[in-house]
């Protein structure tokens, strides 16, 4: 019983814990646990030297690490490429059904997503924006080519680009939009392709040689973004939230398989990620979306990240395209996400694509879960009542273990008013009580950690279920009834919070009260900790917990009622 009272104070102090820090967080201030994987202020970068990428070696090669850039208006500067006179920022704009974009025609860059289907947590009529380089914000895709012999340039980011489509609006079910870029002899064609009702873009680079040189370019891809941590959609508490609060780069590759990186590890030059591979793609998560490059296969590249000035960071890839004759053109295809953590659709774009939603080490039995859940919804049509047959199905799966605690709990009510007594008579000899209590335990048969085996199994199962409501994209703004208008974010009256820490409450009534007091008094705690902490969940895992209590508590009654009607049948 001393290892029992041991629990429950580590678990109560660690509540405590857990509560004073939630509400430290939520006020704004830092973290009492530390700071998170995002550095919204880095320090000065360390004086370690770096080795510049000699322009004029034979880019026939993966190009090697290049020097940090230097950055002009948020730019990164890739290897090989010398700072090129750009015109004044220029933008256009484009619309599909699913997306607004804007492209500067300084570098064909893409330095604005409006995510249609949406809406923005601040302003719930206007489209959530996901990349940006406005309001204090840099968050850009770019590409270019690089390599070029000393003393010239090749079209570049930062070189001034052309826009040859007129169609700015979708019609039919694709929009195709190209830009031109010339210099040096070498002209760049920019091609992007979106289709009706999808974020992913096919993007095409067609390298034309103009000169009478032979040239050997490498296509670079980039993402380029600050370390800001979007809080509006970091709903769930940092305590908790694990994999899905992440915002940083990832890279997949065959070799080394799925791979993120945080900030502060970038900026202290501690990252460990593949350098080269010849398959994979590289991105940039934050909790619900992502954008993502995804180079062609099969050929041989070299990635790097690395931080560009203070507060900014770029993930790059760079691959070599090999000799291009004189008067002759090649093109290199890729693919570009830029949208929804959407795992149907990622998993389409590229191998392995599905993995930015991280459900760590737990992903074996999350993954089904989000399969049984999504299934669900094609037959309800709403994620509210998603979870509550989810919660059922998973509850009916466990009932035999869940019974057999139920059952041990329920003896262990029956025999409480004789363990009462036995305190009684012996008083403070711990030792003789606990003989007695032993004892007493075996005749009738009672294991008093019997209870602990089945909850312990299916905690794995819980936290995955945890996870996968916290990473689903699919309940940002989902409704469920009257008052919960989205399931991502905290119940705005509280209720669900006030209704767990109800059913708390009646699930300790129904338990046997612990012969310590001390163990009591943290017993009756425990309800106001968690239901407390829950004020600052998402509404959709709050109504899960609800769920799951309510159950535990109809489970509880009919296996207690049928051990007490067995032990009346049995005193006749």
């Known amino acids: 019983m001393d290892i029992r009272r041991t629990i429950l104070l580590m678990i109560f102090s660690f509540s405590l814990l857990m509560l004073w820090n939630n ?39 993966v190009p090697s690490a290049p020097v940090a850039p230097v950055v002009s208006n948020s730019s990164a500067i890739v290897p090989g490429v010398a700072t090129q006179a750009s015109t004044q920022a220029q933008t256009v704009d484009f619309k599909t059904d699913v997306l607004n974009i804007s492209f500067d025609l300084v570098g064909a860059q893409l330095v604005r997503a409006d995510l249609l289907a949406f809406p923005s947590r601040e302003e719930k009529d206007k489209p959530f924006v996901l990349l940006n380089n406005r309001g204090g914000q840099t968050y850009i895709v770019q590409s270019g080519l690089t390599g070029a012999p000393a003393g ?49 873009i096919l993007v095409d680079h067609q390298i034309e040689n103009l000169s009478a040189q032979p040239i050997t370019p490498a296509v670079y891809l980039q993402i380029t973004r600050d370390s800001k941590d ?12 694990g994999p899905v609060s992440f ?40 909790h619900y979306f992502v954008t993502a490059w995804v180079p062609p296969q099969g050929k041989s590249r070299s990635y790097e990240m690395t931080e560009l000035q203070k507060n900014l960071f770029a993930v790059r890839s760079i691959e070599p395209v090999g000799t291009i004759a004189p008067g002759n053109l090649l093109n290199v295809p890729a693919k570009l996400w830029v949208g929804p953590q959407d795992q149907d659709g990622l998993e389409k774009v590229a191998p392995g694509l599905d993995l930015v939603v991280d459900y760590g080490l737990l992903t074996i039995i999350a993954k089904p879960l989000f399969a049984l859940m999504t299934w669900l919804y094609t037959l309800l049509g709403n994620w509210g009542w998603t979870i509550v047959v989810l919660t059922i199905l998973i509850k009916a799966v466990f009932y035999p273990l869940s019974a057999a605690s139920y059952r041990s ?16 008579k012996l008083g403070d000899d711990r030792q003789k009580l606990n003989t007695a209590m032993m004892e007493m335990y075996r005749t009738e048969k009672i294991n008093p950690l ?28 989902a409704p469920w009834i009257w008052w919960i208008k989205d399931l991502a974010v905290q ?6 919070p006030v209704v767990m820490m109800a059913t708390m409450f009646l699930q300790m009534r129904l ?32 109504l899960y917990w609800c769920v799951n209590n309510i159950l535990s508590i109809a489970q509880q009654w009919y296996v207690m009622r049928q051990i007490s009607a067995a032990a009346a049948t049995a005193q006749r």
């Open 247 to 286: 915002t940083g780069p990832a890279i997949f590759s065959e070799q080394e398989k799925f791979q993120k990186v945080s900030f502060s590890d970038i900026e202290k030059r501690k990252a460990t990620y593949v350098k080269e591979a010849d398959n994979g793609w590289f991105a940039m998560v934050q």
């Open 23 to 61: 509400w430290q967080v939520h006020q704004g201030n830092p973290s009492l646990l530390g700071a998170s994987t995002q550095s919204t202020s880095p320090a000065a970068p360390p004086t370690t030297s770096t080795t510049t990428t000699d322009p004029t070696a034979p880019p026939a090669s």
């Open 450 to 477: 019997g209870g602990c085996l089945p909850i312990v199994i299916q905690i794995p199962v819980f936290i995955s279920l945890y996870y996968v409501l916290g990473s689903s994209v699919e309940l940002r703004g």
């Open 152 to 200: 010239s340039l090749y079209p570049t980011h930062l070189a001034p680009f052309s826009l040859v489509t007129d169609q700015r609006e979708l019609s039919g079910n694709q929009l195709v939009i190209k830009f031109v870029s010339e210099a040096s002899g070498v002209k760049l064609t920019k091609t992007f392709t979106l289709n009706r009702g999808s974020y992913e």
């Open 230 to 241: 979007p809080a509006s959609e970091n709903s769930t508490p940092s305590f908790m939230s």
């Open 511 to 542: 338990n046997p009260t612990p012969p310590d007091p001390m163990q009591a008094k943290i017993m009756m705690f425990m309800p106001l900790i968690f239901g407390a902490m829950m004020f600052f969940f998402p509404s959709g895992l709050v």
């Open 491 to 496: 119940d705005p009256y509280f209720i669900l």
């Open 409 to 424: 709990m329920a003896k262990m009510k029956l025999v409480a008013p004789r363990l009462q007594a036995l305190k009684e």
